[in-house]
């Protein structure tokens, strides 16, 4: 179980150099052997940044999560299929992701492996991590500390934080002692090779009562330790209600191919239009998030009724908040083609075209400096929905990540 800053340490740093102007597509499927059954994205290889499974002649494929019980190792021929692929030719001419989709369908077909195509999405280039403890400009309405509100009210019993740098340990040790909470430092996560940690940056846990530290650390040691898939699915699942999260989520969390917030957010979000979602399961942004796990479904009831408790909590400490809050993240919640976030305000049904009334800029791409501007020049215009994500009707600009939170609560 990953922290509370939800994310992948590998994924840090800036942008990807290009930007799409032009909406390129993926695909969504889902590929089934017996009663195992797994979602993947093929996707272009245009983003150096975007770990992929198998590549062949400019397109990728990349797991998203498991479904069914079943056995899922003989899906892994999939890949080697994928390889193996002969699309020199197919894939020069007009689609090439089509072709890739249906050369592998074919030849997966003769090893009893269906492939179906689930949906058509935009794509777009992988969500930069973003640090719980950065600020990164833009609109952040979230508190820095919700977790140790969400804690001191009972909400949950162990706060997680990694890659804490060291001139915030100070910080958070004062703060706490002043909730008359306990921190304890366990050792920094040296252990990953792909993560390359501020220098003495730790993982830091914080619970009400010393009992709870020592599951937490007994539980975070077995995660580190890595081993067995049902093993680590268990322990994953003691972690998540230690840490407060709906096990319902927890589970859709664990079957998740890698806990990163781009997998996270292509599996999670079902694309527009659908049913506007409460507000309270916002967390494609993180600077709007209530919440510190990404909810199994924009309407999980569990996630709506735990976002409920902590913006009540938040309210009773800080007197207006929640309509500050609320002004933002009960909107159409983007991450554009450049990798602006964006909170948008907009007129009517998206599926009828509808007119953006309001832009705001949560956190703005580092390659883009005049994101607020960008910004601006979309209000007026009318946004439509494309492939499951948002686009202008006269072009250039897109947004691939889209979560309608217009919805009731
Ligand atoms: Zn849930």
């Known amino acids: 179980m990953p922290p509370d800053a939800r994310g992948d340490p590998s994924r840090r740093g800036g942008l990807a150099m290009s930007v799409c102007e032009t909406p390129v597509r993926q695909l969504f499927v889902v590929v089934e052997h017996e009663t195992a059954r797994m979602r993947m994205r093929l996707v272009p290889v245009r983003y150096g940044r975007e770990r992929l499974a198998a590549v062949n002649a400019g397109v990728g494929i990349t797991p998203l999560e498991a479904l069914g019980d079943g056995d899922h190792r003989p899906l892994t021929e999939v890949y080697h299929v994928f390889r193996r692929l002969e ?4 894939a020069s001419g007009g689609d090439p992701l089509a072709a890739a989709f249906s050369a592998w369908t074919e030849v997966l077909g003769r090893s009893g492996i269906d492939v179906r195509l689930e949906r058509r999405a935009l794509y777009g280039a992988p969500l930069p991590h ?11 309405v979230r508190p820095w500390d919700v977790e140790l509100t969400a804690l001191a009210e009972g909400l949950r019993r162990i706060v997680k934080l990694d890659r804490v740098p060291p001139g915030l340990i100070d910080r958070l040790r004062h703060t706490a002692a002043q909730r008359g909470l306990r921190v304890e430092v366990v050792a920094p996560r040296a252990a990953v090779p792909e993560v390359t940690d501020a220098a003495g940056s730790v993982t830091l846990l914080v619970a009400r009562d010393a009992s709870a530290l020592v599951e937490a650390r007994g539980l975070e040691a077995l995660l580190l330790a890595g081993g067995g898939a049902s093993g680590a699915t268990a322990t994953t699942l003691q972690m998540g209600e230690l840490l407060g999260y709906p096990r319902c989520c927890v589970e859709r969390f664990a079957r998740m191919a890698e806990q990163n917030d781009t997998t996270l957010a292509w ?7 659908h049913a506007p979602a409460p507000p309270l399961t916002q967390w494609l942004q993180p600077g709007l998030a209530l919440p510190s796990h990404s909810p199994c479904d924009l309407h999980c ?6 976002g409920a408790r902590v913006l009540d909590a938040l309210e009773a400490s800080q007197n207006g908040f929640a309509v500050g809050w609320r002004s933002l993240a009960a909107r159409v919640q983007v991450v554009d083609h450049r990798g602006n976030r964006l909170a948008l305000a907009v007129d009517g049904r998206l599926e009828a075209g509808a007119t953006i009334t309001a832009a705001d800029v949560l956190a703005s791409a580092s390659v883009d400096p005049n994101a607020t501007t960008r910004a601006q020049g979309l209000v007026g215009r009318t946004v439509r929905p494309e ?3 948002l686009v202008i009707a006269d072009g250039g600009w897109h947004a691939p990540y889209v979560a ?4 009731q609560h």
């Open 87 to 90: 699309l020199g030719d197919a």
């Open 404 to 407: 309608d939170h217009r919805g």
């Open 301 to 306: 009831a569990a996630s709506i009724a735990l």
């Open 267 to 273: 599996a999670l979000l079902p694309g527009v239009p």
């Open 387 to 389: 492939s499951g994500g």
């Open 130 to 140: 973003t640090e719980w403890w950065a600020n990164a400009g833009g609109i952040s």
